[in-house]
């Protein structure tokens, strides 16, 4: 957390020296950091996972800066030319390569999820948000053949959310929905 505060406090530090100097840079940074402080959850807990999809608008800040960059030092003698070339081409390429492999878990929020679980299991949030999509999956009509199935999955990650995070109110009211749905609502109060 003081990383962040402490990145925060350096980016509002350069907000406010390109702000003095009437600098192009100043669009920019404002557009990095003025969304990341709404989703940071420094100041208020906006109640959802940090994901890609809340700092989109900050991504772009950041790209912006980082072409600004790349023209000042475009701009330099040939051989600073070669150099931001030869460091800055290999690095678009390796987030250029993670965006293109990124791009299938966005497909809906049970790819994003299912994705994001085999980085992080020990996420409550993540498991309890499996948890609620399983369970309304099943519900869904035109899927009494794999209503069993998806919730026993649902199950699964509610029991991973609340071994991780036993006071988690959205898991436990998902899980106990759940639970009535499979009939097994004595198991679930001894639970």
């Known amino acids: 957390m003081w990383i962040s505060i402490l990145l925060l406090a350096l980016l509002a530090t350069g907000i406010v020296v390109s702000f003095k100097r009437k600098s192009k840079f100043l669009f920019a940074l404002l557009l990095l950091v003025l969304p990341l402080?709404?989703?940071?959850?420094?100041?208020?807990?906006?109640?959802?996972?940090?994901?890609?999809?809340?700092?989109?608008?900050?991504?772009?800040?950041?790209?912006?800066?980082?072409?600004?960059?790349?023209e000042v030092l475009?701009?330099?003698?040939?051989?600073?030319?070669?150099?931001?070339?030869?460091?800055?081409?290999?690095?678009m390429l390796v987030f250029a390569i993670k965006t293109w492999s990124r791009n299938p878990d966005w497909k809906?929020?049970?790819?994003?999820?299912?994705?994001?679980?085999?980085?992080?299991?020990?996420s409550a949030f993540l498991n309890g948000n499996l948890l609620a999509i399983y369970g309304e999956l099943a519900e869904e009509?035109?899927?009494?053949?794999?209503?069993?199935?998806?919730?026993?999955?649902?199950?699964?990650?509610g029991y991973q959310a609340l071994q991780w995070h036993p006071e988690y109110n959205?898991?436990?009211?998902?899980?106990?929905?759940?639970?009535?749905?499979?009939?097994?609502?004595?198991?679930?109060?001894i639970f």
């Open 37 to 70: 402080l709404l989703v940071n959850n420094l100041i208020f807990n906006v109640g959802a996972t940090m994901g890609e999809r809340l700092i989109y608008l900050s991504s772009f800040g950041f790209c912006l800066l980082l072409i600004m960059g790349f």
């Open 170 to 189: 959205v898991a436990l009211l998902n899980m106990g929905k759940v639970m009535a749905a499979r009939n097994k609502m004595t198991a679930w109060l």
């Open 74 to 91: 475009i701009n330099q003698t040939r051989w600073k030319q070669l150099w931001t070339i030869a460091i800055l081409a290999p690095v």
């Open 141 to 157: 009509p035109g899927r009494a053949a794999q209503r069993q199935q998806l919730l026993d999955t649902a199950a699964y990650y």
């Open 108 to 122: 809906n929020n049970t790819t994003l999820y299912q994705s994001d679980i085999k980085k992080y299991p020990g």
